[in-house]
């Protein structure tokens, strides 16, 4: 289940100035959770927002607003195999915290600090996967605060999912991701499939394509068609026999 929390955050560039902090190029400190209930579906959403992370990837809420619909990304959390969340405190976001220094090894930041954090935690950073538990994984969503990317902390979420899955025995871990992610996910030990595989997404828009027996459902921007729900076997036997006693 994934807690809530009633904490109001500002505006998430209102205290860090992105060139400020990317010019001193020195990461803050950082607490990693691989706790579901330690990350709040809100603040992800800000985050996501914030980094302009791919919203139309998913359905857009009834306002039309670019944001991530909050009830489909808290399922998405709840069902995923692993959740890890990054936090930083306020005062080290502040651009002048960020040129002073911290006195601690980079690793170490992400090594030491394993509480729970607290309401003074700004989440700066996610990623999650999905497995069947067994043979497979795929990796998605792996954002970080815009002013902090290009400091290793998406480099340590994908490193925490790997080791989560390969701690289970799944070895076949796949990342979803689009053509300018490649080079971040080549740098996490991802190449290409050796059988030449490929990920095909469902495009088949009601524009290009109608069909009477099919609906259409709101993905995003696009209007897909879906074939309707089979009923099912049991349910179509009885109203039979319903129909026609002969054929109990």
Do not use: W
């Amino acid at each position: 289940m994934v807690i809530t929390t009633t904490t109001t955050l500002p505006p998430i560039s209102a205290s860090t100035d992105p060139k400020a902090l990317k010019s001193c190029r020195k990461p803050p400190p950082i607490t990693i959770s691989l706790n579901p209930s330690h990350l709040d579906p809100l603040h992800l959403q800000r985050l996501l927002s914030s980094a302009a992370y791919s919203p139309h990837r998913f359905p857009l809420l009834p306002s039309s607003s670019s944001d991530v619909d909050l009830v489909k990304l808290s399922l998405a959390i709840a069902h995923s195999s692993v959740i890890v969340s990054a936090f930083c405190r306020r005062r080290f976001l502040h651009p002048d915290a960020a040129c002073g220094g911290y006195g601690f090894g980079f690793e170490d930041l992400f090594e030491r600090m394993g509480r729970a954090p607290d309401p003074d935690h700004l989440l700066v950073g996610f990623g999650r996967a999905v497995s069947d538990g067994g043979l497979t994984a795929s990796i998605h969503d792996v954002v970080v605060m815009p002013s902090l990317q290009r400091l290793g902390i998406g480099r340590k979420i994908v490193q925490r999912i790997l080791r989560v899955l390969t701690s289970k025995g799944i070895y076949d871990i796949s990342a979803l991701c689009s053509r300018k992610e490649r080079l971040f996910f080549q740098a996490c030990g991802f190449g290409d499939d050796s059988l030449g595989s490929t990920t095909m997404m469902y495009t088949r828009t009601a524009l290009s394509f109608s069909q009477e027996d099919q609906m259409v459902r709101p993905a995003g921007r696009l209007l897909l068609l879906v074939p309707p729900a089979r009923e099912p076997y049991h349910l179509k036997k009885t109203a039979a026999q319903a129909e026609d006693p002969s054929n109990a």
